[in-house]
């Protein structure tokens, strides 16, 4: 230890086995965690799918049909509004609960994505199934509107929008967690918590201990030298 001698292995047995009462409540902390960890409160997340469908006639005008790589860009443009901050009031008026997002589908792996279909992956995480479904289905309805108020904006004819088609219909699924990785740190910190802590509370105690002999040594030591001088005093008073 900092500033004496290494505590050995009985020592530190020894220690937990005195203050047993600490690591008593330590175990019951640890294992109220993990009953935590164990039975965690169920998520869902309902998920969709739409395809950006380009205007029938390739040779079109459209400029935002003809962003590259693909039209792709312009379900982004969509994304980045409804997933700003300043869009959360309409979506929430919308009936859209819960955590949502919206995203490029990506058509490739993690370590190399692909954009080449134009498709846009919208989800909606939270705990009331059914409601997930309704703010899912919400969710697509302001994707499709805004779209469409993109293009307004743009000065796009009707007949020569990009369209929507929905390429995975709405469904709502349990989002499982790791609960061995939680598990396993919940055990970690329990088992450093019932060796450290009846240590540090036996080293306090000890402590205390040490400082309220030392007062009282200290106090007894004034008494005595208050006795003694009052004895000299007495007798220098003559009679």
Wanted: net charge positive.
């Amino acid at each position: 230890t900092r500033g004496g001698a290494a505590v050995s292995f009985r020592e530190v047995i020894e220690t937990v086995r005195l203050r047993w009462q600490v690591a008593a409540v330590v175990l019951l902390m640890t294992l109220a965690m993990g009953w935590k960890v164990d039975h965690p409160p169920r998520v869902y997340q309902a998920t969709s799918v739409l395809l950006l469908v380009p205007p029938q006639e390739p040779s079109a005008p459209n400029a935002l049909a003809a962003a590259t790589p693909s039209i792709a860009a312009t379900g982004l443009v969509v994304d980045t509004i409804l997933n700003d901050s300043s869009s959360a009031d309409r979506l929430r008026e919308a009936g859209v609960t819960g955590d949502y997002s919206l995203l490029p589908r990506n058509n490739g792996t993690v370590q190399t994505p692909k954009y080449t279909v134009p498709a846009e992956q919208l989800t909606v995480t939270g705990a009331d199934p059914d409601a997930l479904l309704a703010s899912i289905n919400a969710l697509s309805k302001m994707f499709v509107e805004e779209l469409a108020d993109l293009q307004t904006r743009a000065g796009v004819p009707q007949s020569l929008r990009i369209t929507t088609q929905q390429l995975v219909a709405p469904a709502v699924a349990q989002v499982h967690g790791s609960k061995l990785r939680g598990l396993a740190g919940v055990a970690v910190l329990g088992a450093t918590g019932c060796v450290v802590l009846p240590l540090w509370f036996d080293r306090y105690v000890r402590r205390g201990s040490r400082r309220t002999r030392g007062g009282g040594g200290r106090l007894r030591d004034k008494r005595n030298k208050s006795t003694e001088g009052s004895a000299d005093v007495s007798e220098r008073v003559p009679a």
